[in-house]
């Protein structure tokens, strides 16, 4: 079974980002001639489809292979060439990603610049089609959404902590927001770590009573009760996944199967066994005979049909 993973952006709303293509994705097409020497004034991600291509990176070499990502952050100096017979083939995308519209999200992190991508069965036929269907002189809404998903793929990917020493500080309720999305998003990834909440808290810039406060305004739950929902997700894409109730609870931390679904319930507000039966109608189109704003009536008169 696939690793379920929480997700390094899977805690910031939508709303927080803005995603710029600085301009149209280029379609590498390098043979041995080829050789660049630049700077870039924004960010550049660069993955590999085909051929090996060699890197100097601020005088660190790197070399790219199929399946590989590399993001060449602004500022940069980039040196580049290909060394082997066959063609260096590839897709860079330049771009910003900012929160709040004011900060570049990428340097609050810490990355490894060059990462194999997982899923790359997945994510290789969708690398190609961006390469194939981008305009040469615009940026459309489609490939706009399309590296999203290459760029997200490429951070869980890469992601190794959130820095302390952020580039660009922020002050005032921006600060805090993101304070709580750095939290958030280490609890979301680490959801079985007994100790995630507590190490979240301790790692934010604050007094941990006033951050605690901060937390739960800003997302409704407790850093710990956050956690525990997120352990409940991933136990409900292992129920999917067909894993029996017992099996799941182990999966997730819980040595008494029993106990395991009582939280279940509380957290999610049915049992596993509920759930389930649920995933199981709405895969089969039970409820599609049903207007949408009943269907959602209809899903919920399950649990009430049945014994937790």
Not at 83 to 93: D, F, I, L, N
Not at 110 to 131: I, K, N, T
Not at 137 to 163: C, G, K, N, P
Not at 191 to 196: K, M, N
Request: glycine share 8%; proline share 5%; aromatic share 8%.
């Amino acid at each position: 079974m696939d690793e379920i993973e929480g997700g390094i952006l899977s805690a910031i709303p939508a709303s927080a980002l803005t995603l710029t293509l600085t301009r149209a994705a280029i379609r590498m097409e390098h043979s041995r001639t080829w050789s660049i020497d630049k700077t870039n004034p924004v960010e550049d991600l660069v993955i590999c489809l085909e051929g090996v291509g060699h890197y100097l990176i601020d005088g660190e070499p790197r070399e790219m292979r199929p399946g590989e990502a590399m993001l060449i952050m602004r500022g940069q100096r980039f040196q580049g060439w290909n060394e082997g017979p066959e063609t260096y083939r590839g897709v860079a995308q330049h771009f910003t990603l900012d929160i709040h519209g004011r900060h570049n999200l990428l340097t609050q992190m810490e990355l490894r610049p060059r990462v194999a991508l997982g899923r790359w069965s997945l994510l290789g036929p969708l690398a190609r089609h961006y390469r194939q269907t981008a305009p040469s002189a615009s940026v459309t809404l489609s490939q706009h959404h399309l590296f999203m998903v290459l760029l997200i793929a490429y951070v869980e990917d890469a992601f190794l902590t959130w820095r302390r020493d952020a580039a660009y500080p922020m002050e005032g309720a921006d600060a805090m927001d993101l304070a709580v999305m750095k939290a958030a998003t280490m609890i979301a990834a680490n959801p079985l770590d007994d100790g995630i909440a507590r190490e979240a808290v301790e790692a934010a810039p604050y007094n941990p009573d006033y951050f605690l406060r901060a937390f739960q305004k800003r997302l409704g739950l407790t850093p710990r009760k956050y956690q525990e929902r997120r352990r409940m997700e991933r136990a409900m894409h292992h129920l999917e996944a067909g894993l029996s109730v017992a099996a799941t609870a182990a999966e997730v931390g819980y040595a008494d199967p029993y106990y395991f679904s009582r939280m279940f319930k509380r957290v999610l507000g049915l049992s596993p066994r509920d759930h389930l039966r649920r995933v199981e109608i709405s895969r089969h189109g039970g409820i599609m005979a049903y207007d949408e704003p009943d269907q959602s009536a209809r899903l919920g008169d399950i649990a009430g049909q049945s014994g937790a």
